[in-house]
């Protein structure tokens, strides 16, 4: 018998059951449409972190103290500013840019007659280029504002908002105390969001003002601590290299000897951004997985509905059988129907998945949420041997009828 | 009253240097269930030659549907050997017997068997479907045309007589050109006037196309249109007669059972009032 009359015999059958048949398929449609959407939201979000990862300069390395992973070393050897200014030497870094540094410390703000607790950071002039984050109002800190250590300050669009109550007040020119001391706002940052925890709930001062006007930073060596340093590399292959090279001089300068020591990190955004992919792909796996069980729901439906079908359809084996089909053409018939079933269900299913994936995106704008090629392929193929599993048993049973008992059957 | 039927081409019909179709010799069948063993078959011989129209007879429990299922290849006998058309059926495998039931036979049932919401000419394709065979519309056509459904190509089942649903089962039973007609009470489920249709049918085949054909019924009014009869009883063959006269259908009227009754009573006895039963 030929293939072609068995699909036809297998889509008459269908045919001939017509809500029955959309009702078996209804549980693979779900299955397969939840597996679909979720992976394509995975997918969107990794493409949506990877792609603001992007925009934040993909070719800067951070460098913070860091507890040493060996238990034999306790030491935090600070970083200072003489280290920052060695990283900034070609002759040590061969693709190095420039550097950017930040000293960090909590303070106390007041203004606008508010007051709020923030992070405030002490930044060199080029830290606004370096991190890719432009003012939006005034001016950035300059060179010889950093040099005076001047009383000025940067707001993040948090707090403007915490202590003037309104994102889109001016407050340049204003007073604002921070510890006590007095400054005056020459500028407001741009939005800059956060993957985690918003970076605009931030006051940005000079380095040297915060080193020495808000705290007192000054290190043995002459120089001055700073939190983290920012270096910039001419490109983003030069990465692993620079990695290598800050690694091996920090190393030097804090006398570590054995791995592990290190009282420092560097990472750079790619390492972030494949820790928060890893974090994210296990979820989808963890939700594709969940979402398998209504696949696995499905399938049992279908072998419910064929074993009914088999059943009730004994008769019509038995005629089929006296007018000489082998058990191998009741096999395939009925094997062909629910490989129809579930592939039916499969195919609509990409369809239902695309659609809340459509959904997702006009509830989260900023995703872009597309179908991709191996989803589609994977849920078709994860159907149809849906089908065979599942629809095998009923099948086998149904070539296996007797004839003349089947003929019998009432 | 009763019409006469000439033998095919006016032969005889049981002439013995012909090749049979059927050749059974000393079939049994017995059952197991457990402890009991029901003998059901106790050794059956009979040839059916080509172009023969035979009744096989018997009451319930003669064993006239297990030596149909056996001689329709639908089962095997337990022992004894059946050649169909010169070959040894009695030791075939399944998907052997499914061929010989392809090729050979063709079933004719008491309900039909027809599949359901499936046209006319798609229930007459099946076998040739089965058999793998080209050219299968076109020879489902002139099996229903042979049947005189011509017209009615395209009709289910449920928008046709019984009597014409029976006729499209006649045509797919012919399609394949097959050894031999098996039909199990091919009229029981046909009133009268269909019966004699479907009959017709039978009658015409045997005649204009020498089908060998051999019906189940315990009817002994639809085996006296048949040219042969064998009887059984509790799975022996206790009579096999040539008919004299075969019925022509359609031309004698079935009596009706008081007619058939007629001498076997005493008195006449009314259980209730008179008036409730004329």
Redesign the interface.
């Known amino acids: 018998?030929?293939f072609t009359?068995t699909l036809r015999?297998a889509v008459?059958s269908l045919l001939?059951n017509r809500l029955r048949s959309a009702l078996t398929t209804l549980g693979i449609i779900i299955g397969v449409g939840a597996v679909i959407g979720l992976v394509s939201l995975g997918r969107a979000v990794e493409d949506f972190i990877a792609r603001e990862f992007e925009s934040l300069g993909a070719n800067v390395l951070e460098v913070r103290s860091a507890r040493p992973s060996s238990p034999t070393r306790i030491r935090i050897q600070p970083l200072t500013t003489l280290e920052a200014a060695a990283l900034a030497k070609p002759s040590i870094i061969s693709a190095v840019r420039q550097v950017a540094n930040s000293y960090s410390l909590f303070g106390q703000v007041a203004g606008g007659g508010e007051r709020t607790s923030v992070q405030i950071n002490g930044v060199s002039s080029n830290y606004a280029l370096v991190r890719a984050w432009p003012v939006e109002k005034g001016d950035f800190i300059s060179p010889e504002q950093e040099e005076s250590a001047a009383r000025v300050a940067v707001l993040g669009l948090d707090v403007v908002e915490a202590l003037y109550a309104d994102r889109r007040f001016d407050p340049i020119g204003q007073t604002i105390r921070i510890n006590q001391r007095t400054f005056t706002v020459i500028g407001v940052m741009s939005q800059r969001g956060g993957t985690f925890i918003s970076e605009d709930n931030v006051v940005l001062v000079p380095l040297k003002t915060a080193q020495t006007r808000l705290d007192n930073a000054r290190t043995a060596d002459g120089g001055y601590r700073v939190t983290t340093i920012y270096v910039e590399v001419s490109s983003e292959e030069a990465i692993q290299q620079a990695t290598t090279d800050i690694t091996a001089y920090l190393s030097e300068a804090h006398g570590i000897v054995f791995d592990g020591e290190q009282d420092f990190s560097v990472t750079s955004p790619s390492d972030i951004l494949g820790i928060i992919n890893q974090v994210s792909s296990v979820l989808t796996v963890f939700l594709v997985l969940i979402a398998s069980i209504s696949l696995l729901v499905g399938g049992i439906g279908i072998m419910n509905i064929m074993l009914v079908s088999v059943t009730e359809r004994t008769?019509?084996i038995g005629?089929?059988?006296?007018?000489?089909?082998?058990?191998r053409?009741i096999l395939a018939q009925f094997l062909v129907e629910s490989v129809m079933l579930s592939l039916l269900g499969g195919l609509l299913g990409i369809g239902v998945g695309w659609l809340a994936a459509q959904f997702g995106m006009l509830l989260v704008p900023d995703l872009t949420i597309t179908l991709s090629l191996d989803a589609v392929i994977l849920a078709t193929t994860i159907s149809t041997m849906v089908g065979v599993f599942f629809g095998y048993y009923p099948a086998q049973r149904a070539a296996r009828l007797r004839?003349?008992e089947a003929?019998r059957f009432e | 009253m009763f019409g006469r039927l000439q033998p095919p081409n006016g032969k005889k019909p049981s002439q013995s240097t012909e090749a049979a179709v059927i050749d059974i010799r000393n079939i049994t069948k017995t059952y197991f269930m457990g402890e009991v063993t029901l003998q059901v078959l106790r050794g059956i011989s009979l040839k059916i030659k080509r172009g023969e129209f035979v009744s096989i007879m018997g009451p319930s429990g003669s064993g006239k549907s297990t030596l149909m299922?056996i001689l329709?290849a639908?089962?095997q006998p337990t022992s004894g050997e059946y050649f169909l058309d010169g070959v040894d059926v009695s030791q075939m495998s399944?998907?052997e017997l499914?061929?010989v039931?392809?090729?050979k036979i063709g079933?004719v049932?008491q309900n039909f068997?027809l599949?359901?919401?499936?046209e006319a000419l798609r229930q007459v394709e099946?076998?040739l479907?089965?058999?793998?065979v080209p050219n299968r519309a076109k020879r489902a056509r002139a099996a229903l045309e042979a049947v005189g459904l011509g017209q009615r190509l395209d009709h289910l089942p449920s928008e046709l007589s019984g009597g014409q649903q029976q006729r499209v089962a006649i045509a797919?039973a012919l399609v394949?050109e097959p050894s031999v007609i098996l039909a199990d009470e091919p009229t029981g489920n046909l009133d009268s006037r269909s019966g004699t249709e479907v009959m017709q049918i039978f009658q015409r085949l045997n005649r204009e196309k020498q089908i060998t054909t051999v019906f189940v019924t315990h009817d002994p009014w639809i085996a006296r249109h048949t040219n042969r009869v064998i009887m059984l009883r509790d799975g022996k063959v206790v009579a096999d007669q040539r008919v004299k006269q075969p019925l022509i259908a359609g031309e004698a009227e079935r009596p009706s059972e008081a007619e058939e009754l007629q001498g076997i009573f005493e008195a006449t006895y009314y259980g209730g009032k008179k008036e409730e039963y004329t």
């Open positions: 018998m030929d009359e015999i008459d001939i008769r019509e005629l089929r059988k006296a007018l000489g089909a082998q058990a053409d004839p003349i003929l | 299922n329709g639908l089962d399944e998907s499914a061929r039931r392809n090729r079933f049932f068997n599949l359901r919401r499936t099946l076998p479907i089965y058999a793998g797919r394949t």
